[in-house]
């Protein structure tokens, strides 16, 4: 196993090793099985290079490919190379941001990703979680302490994390309904949101709906679910969700509309001091408060400054803006064609559309590319939705398809 004693060469890099693994990666793979690999744990290893070459058709092979021109049915990006590059400087160093003597400079690189961003929202500062999921529960577990409320109220459009955090947290949960695009009606908030929560939704991840942002601030506290459409705000639709920046709290993925390996979200407090105190724990072998939920994590944010370094705000931003264009353009084929009908004009890069006729419904989904669209239901109606997160999909080549299959 070793050459020299005390030295495996296993945690080595080798340049032979790593050329091959990214050279599989841009490779054409017929799709492999999972179930090729052995039934049972293997007593013996292979060996790192023909685990290469096994596990390419099954991983690359298997994989859907979301920066395809035909990909355009889900919330999840393509991830620009210097993302997944540093992702595997952190896999490789394996820093853990829980101790700073494990993770030196990651934690600064965090702090510094968090000061360039909060601003954008009104927010004076945060962390990064692996997922909006765990960034809304965080934010409603600081809203419990800092605010003491009794309920979470959102609409029936807002993502099921929030239901699953006030079930979490011990909070009630209140449902409001929402307009035929999924927005909630301002006329259904409740007078008394003394001892309440508000979950604002920016991008609903059914429709892409935006709550009335303008309701921020009325209730004990504001929290804004921006997990798909929060990053509008570093481009020029940035309008689109004014009033966030009177939220107490915001969540926003960097691996939807940021462009992030998973599992990269931020959570962003107004009063990012207080509310960090509220949900810290520290003592034993912690140096530093443990702030949030999670325990050892990586340094997620490394790949993230790595890209608004590579691309700046305005690289990004034309990124995002190229994407709500497809979406718009995609949407005035739907628009134009008398035979299909539209939800609504798309709020944050989300067309929802069905053809006109219920019966041909099957038939188009049957007959799309595999990964290019996705469906949802509304009211109990089937929908198709495209997503705009891949900023390589062609909303021509799918304007054919859905022609052609009509
Ligand atoms: C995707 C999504 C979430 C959950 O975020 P994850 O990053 O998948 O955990 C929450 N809210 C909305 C509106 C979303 O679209």
Do not use: Y
Request: aromatic share 6%; with cysteine.
């Amino acid at each position: 196993m070793t050459e020299r004693a005390g030295v495996d060469r296993d945690f080595l890099a080798s340049d032979d090793g790593l050329l091959r693994a990214l050279g599989l990666l841009s490779r054409e793979h017929a799709g492999g099985a999972p179930l090729d690999l052995p039934e049972r744990l293997p007593e013996a290893g292979l060996g790192a290079g023909p685990v290469l070459d096994l596990l390419a058709p099954i991983v690359l092979g298997g994989a859907a490919r979301l920066g395809h021109p035909s990909s355009f049915a889900h919330m999840d990006p393509p991830t620009p190379w210097i993302a997944w590059a540093t992702t595997l400087w952190n896999a490789s160093l394996n820093q853990n941001l829980l101790h700073p003597a494990t993770a030196p400079a990651a934690r600064e690189l965090e702090d510094r990703v968090l000061a360039w961003l909060a601003p954008c929202f009104g927010m004076s500062g945060g962390h990064m979680t692996p997922g909006s999921t765990v960034a809304n529960l965080t934010a409603l577990w600081a809203a419990r302490e800092c605010a003491g409320v009794r309920e979470v109220v959102a609409s029936t459009s807002a993502h099921l994390s929030i239901g699953k955090a006030a079930h979490l947290l011990g909070l009630g949960f209140r449902q409001l309904p929402v307009d035929a695009t999924g927005a909630l009606l301002p006329d259904a908030l409740p007078a008394d949101l003394s001892r309440a929560a508000l979950v604002l939704t920016a991008g609903t991840t059914g429709t892409g709906a935006i709550d009335p942002l303008d309701a921020a601030g009325r209730a004990a506290w504001t929290h804004v679910d921006a997990a798909w459409a929060g990053p509008l705000r570093l481009t020029r639709h940035a309008p689109r969700l004014a009033g966030i920046e009177r939220a107490d709290s915001v969540a926003v993925s960097a691996h939807k509309w940021l462009f992030q390996p998973k599992e990269s979200a931020l959570v962003l407090f107004r009063d990012n001091a207080t509310a960090s105190a509220a949900i810290s724990f520290g003592g034993a072998c912690l140096a530093v408060p443990n702030v949030g939920l999670l325990g050892s994590h990586g340094a997620t944010a490394v790949p993230l400054l790595a890209t608004l370094l590579a691309w700046g705000r305005t690289g990004l931003a034309a990124r995002i803006e190229h994407c709500v264009d497809l979406a718009d353009a995609f949407a005035r084929f739907v628009h134009d064609d008398a035979r299909l009908a539209l939800l609504a004009e798309p709020q944050s890069g989300i067309v929802v559309w069905r053809p006109r006729q219920a019966t041909a419904f099957e038939h188009v989904r049957q007959s799309l590319p595999p990964g290019s669209t996705s469906t949802t239901t509304l009211d109990g109606e089937p929908w198709f939705r495209n997503v705009a997160a891949n900023p390589n999909a062609d909303a021509g080549l799918l304007a054919d398809a859905v022609r052609r299959a009509l």
